[in-house]
């Protein structure tokens, strides 16, 4: 019975119409290689989480829209095979409800100046019209009001006729990620209409302009929304202010899944939450604005964050983040710190940083950067180069930033960023910056052995003190015996006054002959009126055109010099061939 069996079947084959076809049809029918090919022309399958003019560090950077949703268009009208798969990627990630819209019948709306419209109520047909996309969505960015204005987007009779379909929510039953930007009172609750089981990607940011108040009913649409989507494992909440976002910890101690939190302030309870997540990888948000108990530090003391890649906290001042820190022992890549009053952060600095080394471990550490704004006008206050010792424990850092505003001095000098260069080896960007009109700045010689201790480095801002090589002529020799650091391309001096351009550019061309940019400010009083940045200063914009031409000038020099050299050997050689006869 079994070989009559696969003998039917083998017959069958032989006869469907799938054996006629020739090879290159047949392999196009595997549903599974379809797929992969249409994956090469769509978009990029990463979510959709920023409005178009945002997109740059994704992958969306330089990806063609039109032209992707024209082949796309183009693919699904080619066969039936290829109408599925190539539909599927056109609809898989949406920049807004605009396209779902304009599908439907264009009776149903219009467009008022420059916003969508319904001239009637929808009918069952285009719920039908609709349901043939709706589950093709995996993610969507809908932005509720127009960037720094108070009108909507979408007219309110939309979401009105969106809010009552003929099925159960959710509209868009397969979504995954949903960023729910330039929100208000009014808007925040239609997300309710997108929020499925299967969502892991939750993306909420408060428009400037109109009301967010985050009161009552607010917090019952985010407590709604964690018990609907118990997968949540992306959680962004952006606000401008940290004031009522406390509430949100009660929405966060209801997901378990948490990967990534950016939010504002949190309670206490929402942080000892977290730390015993042991899916956690990225944690930003701000610290209360009071000292964290003894019992809340006794439970830090415990194995705490333990899966923690990346800490970014903000904070009133820096006794709060002390306090913090005092029981902690996480093994971050990254941490970034701002202080958003400075009042004796300059002299609270050096415990901090040395609790810091304390709670993190060594070998894992890469990142650290350290933002200290509202101090007063004070000029006293001062950093010492000495203050980041205890970080020197961090040998495999590669990035390393500090940024105070312009009533701080950090007193940087030679000796300090030797310590520095040859502490991390692997340093990729370092930063310094804060009163631009401190005399205490590094010189050029400083400047060359941070780039021969760090091999590695991208980009540098550091005070330095130009002024030796300014004053002179460019040397005949090459400086430095022809040193030359390829991998440095971006450049930022503060405070840098120079006179002399061209001898600047002959001497970092030298060195750094890969320098794209430069960005430098003079002591001048004007230099606080506008962003510092080389196209407001002559003498540093000359700088960095001469860059990229020096190089090549000096090419030429050493060409002429060896055919030159060449045209005198061949000469001495004629000569001899003589015997010595001209």
Known sequence: MEAESAEHQRAHNRNSPASFSPASTRCIMIAELRWNIFDLVGPPDTPVTRTVGEL????????????TRKTLLALALTCKLFTEPALNLLWRHLGGIEPLIRCLPQSLWKQNRGRLEFTRAMTVDDWSIFCKYNHRV???????????SREMNY?????????????????????????????SDETLQYIQLFVTPKLTMLNISPAYLVPFTFGPSEQSIFLSIAKSCPSISHFDFGRNTDDYTE???????LWSQLTSVRTGTLSEAAILHLSNLPSLRILKFTLPSILVSADTQKLLLRPAFCALQELNISSRNMVFLDAFLKELTITPKVVAFTIKHGVDSARALPDMISRLSN?????????????????PADHEASIEAASFQPLFAFRNLRKFSLAVDVHCVVRMDDAALLQMAKAWPLLENLSITGYSRSSHRVTPHAFVLLLRHCPHLVSVAIPVNWSMIDMHAIPRDVPYQGFSHNALSHLAFEGSKIENPISIAA????????????QGNSDDEDSYEDD??????????????????????REQGMRVMLNRSLRGSHSHHVVAQRGGRQ
């Not at 740059?56 to 032209?67: C, H, I, K, N």
């Open 56 to 67: 740059s560090g994704t992958g969306w950077v330089r990806f063609d829209f039109p032209r």
């Open 138 to 148: 995996r993610s969507l960015l809908n932005q509720c009001h127009r960037q720094y």
């Open 155 to 183: 007219d309110a009779e939309i979401w009105r006729a969106l809010s009552c379909p003929p099925f159960s929510l959710p509209l868009l039953p397969n979504l995954t990620s949903l960023t729910w930007i330039e929100a």
């Open 247 to 253: 509430s949100l910890g009660d929405t966060l101690q």
């Open 359 to 375: 709670a993190c471990a060594y070998n894992s550490m890469q990142q650290v950067q350290l933002n200290i704004t509202g101090q």
């Open 507 to 518: 001497f970092i061309s030298a060195i750094a002959p890969n320098v794209k940019s430069i």
């Open 532 to 553: 510092v940045v080389s196209e407001r200063y002559p003498a540093w914009r000359m700088v960095q055109n001469l860059i990229p031409a020096l190089p090549i000038i």
